[in-house]
């Protein structure tokens, strides 16, 4: 019997490796199949895209806030793979009937590297596991050298319009931000509240005013009327597009993702 514990401080026992996995995080799914586990995924998200193929070849199960409770139980998952921020709790509750539902919480480099390697054991995959674990670490070393003389700069991180809703504190996205030396100027603002706070774009100036507006790709399709209404609550900001799955999706992608901060900064200077 293996007895493993989850990111949120639950202890999981398994009488044997599980076979059949359901994943119901589109960056988790990604990892998994990097970590050689495509057959054993039976069950995914309609946003789970990456790798495109598996929308054709996996059974869908719902989304990442509403699954199909029926659907989950026909596929006979011997485990769930869940995350505290993309699914609810009602749902984590609803699932356990069926199997155990593995729940993991991302916020740091670091946790991100301690998912890889609970995946690694969890699934009997720790080569795999530890081969993603080095691959981070030096991307992420080399993209600190990368950026060890650039000068900070103030940034705004939206990620939804009507109402307008940004990155806030205490999330994976602040994260990144802190490591391409962007300031988020919502980074537990005495105003905004939260993770992803609803905000006044009006007092954007007197409450940070920042340097670059960056409009992320999703979960909402910016366009170029919501950049230029954006900029024109800034002094002197550039607006730009970026993707948003590279600084908010966690597990492998972000091995992609440094290279991408790196294209980026080349587009800023």
């Known amino acids: 019997m293996k007895q493993l514990t989850d990111q949120l401080g639950t202890q999981h026992s398994f009488a044997q490796t599980p076979k059949r996995i359901i994943s119901l995080v589109p960056s988790q799914t990604e990892l998994l199949y990097d970590m050689g586990l495509e057959d054993s995924i039976v069950g995914i998200t309609k946003f789970c895209v990456h790798p495109f193929h598996f929308k054709s070849t996996k059974t869908i199960v719902g989304g990442t806030k509403q699954v199909k409770i ?131 774009i009006q007092k954007m100036r007197i409450q940070g005013d920042p340097d670059i507006v960056l409009l992320s790709s999703e979960p909402f399709p910016f366009k170029d009327e919501h950049a230029f209404e954006l900029g024109r609550h800034t002094h002197h900001a550039k607006t730009v597009f970026v993707d948003g799955e590279m600084f908010s999706w966690y597990g492998s992608r972000l091995v992609k993702a440094f290279d991408y901060f790196k294209q980026l900064h080349r587009r800023l200077n």
């Not at 070393?141 to 000068?151: I, L, P, S, V």
């Open 70 to 200: 029926d659907k989950i139980k026909e596929l006979q998952p011997d485990i769930i793979i869940a995350n505290k921020e993309e699914n609810t709790l009602e749902i984590v509750e609803s699932l356990k009937d069926i199997c155990p539902v593995w729940v993991t919480n991302i916020i740091t480099i670091e946790d991100n590297l301690q998912m890889i390697s609970d995946f690694g054991e969890l699934f009997n995959k720790r080569t795999d596991a530890q081969k993603w674990i080095d691959k981070t670490n030096f991307a992420l070393a080399d993209f600190q050298n990368f950026m060890k003389d650039k000068e900070v700069q103030k940034v705004a991180y939206f990620i939804w319009a009507n109402p307008y809703m940004v990155a806030g504190g205490d999330n994976f996205i602040n994260e990144l931000l802190k490591l391409n030396k962007f300031e988020n100027i919502y980074d537990n603002h005495p105003k905004y509240e939260g993770r992803y706070p609803e905000i006044v």
